[in-house]
């Protein structure tokens, strides 16, 4: 693990969380599946489409947990149809489950995609322990680019969730994305955070954007989407 560690660090910038000085790492780190029965279903799911998939010919590759696998069907077409993407979001993910899935799948032979768009933490937030949360992320941004130097990564900043500016997830989602935003270096990583363009003036999350105050409507994967386009096109050139 250490040797690995500190090979996967190096292809990402100083600054971007780095190993903690621990005995052992932050079980965020540490590859395991979920034990959820819908994350296990949806894993198998997504094996059977990797499969039936020539992985050659894609371009955009979604990773992260429910928020990425539930993308909007229509929103997602219309954004990223013509861009030979595909999504591997599973609900219930976190850094932990990531880095496991990622372990036994086909990035970086058959799957070599132009850009990464990665969302994933939320399922983690509730660890008062923000910097190994960050130190999580950081460990999936530096597995990708071990996997597939070439590609780009886009990180995307755990949205907010909640529906007022006191629920008691705004803070660590906040230190949590102060933390990962570090890890771009503007020319592999780039990071957005676009979870302001969610919120009211009064920093609520409303019902239209989110009617469980986490996961998005239409209309809120519509306005994500918009938001992070700009960063989309600049890197995938289209």
């Not at 861009?83 to 899935?101: E, K, P």
């Not at 270096?185 to 409303?206: E, Y």
Request: glycine residues 8%; aromatic residues 6%; proline residues 8%.
């Amino acid at each position: 693990m250490a040797a690995g560690s500190a090979q996967a660090q190096a292809q990402a910038p100083a600054v971007c969380p780095a190993v903690p000085a621990l005995p052992t790492l932050p079980v965020e780190a540490i590859p395991a599946p979920v034990p959820v029965p819908y994350w296990n279903q949806r894993v198998q799911e997504l094996d059977k489409i990797i499969g039936s998939t020539d992985l050659s010919r894609v371009k955009l590759l979604f990773l992260g947990d429910s928020i990425t696998q539930i993308w909007d069907p229509q929103v997602f077409q219309r954004y990223y149809g013509q861009r030979a993407a595909l999504n591997m979001g599973v609900a219930s993910d976190t850094t932990q489950g990531l880095l496991w899935r990622l372990g036994r799948s086909p990035l970086g032979q058959q799957l070599k995609p132009q850009l990464v768009v990665l969302m994933i933490g939320t399922n983690n937030a509730h660890n008062p322990k923000t910097e190994d949360v960050a130190f999580g992320i950081a460990q999936t941004i530096r597995l990708i680019r071990q996997r597939v130097p070439e590609s780009k990564i886009l990180l995307i900043g755990i949205l907010p969730r909640g529906a007022t500016a006191q629920d008691w997830f705004r803070t660590p989602v906040a230190k949590i994305n102060g933390l990962i935003a570090s890890c771009a270096d503007q020319q592999h990583i780039f990071f957005v955070d676009p979870g302001a363009s969610l919120l009211d003036s009064d920093g609520n999350l409303s019902e239209r954007m989110a009617a469980d105050r986490l996961h998005l409507t239409a209309a809120g994967y519509s306005i994500l989407s918009t938001a992070i386009e700009p960063s989309v096109r600049a890197l995938l050139g289209r």
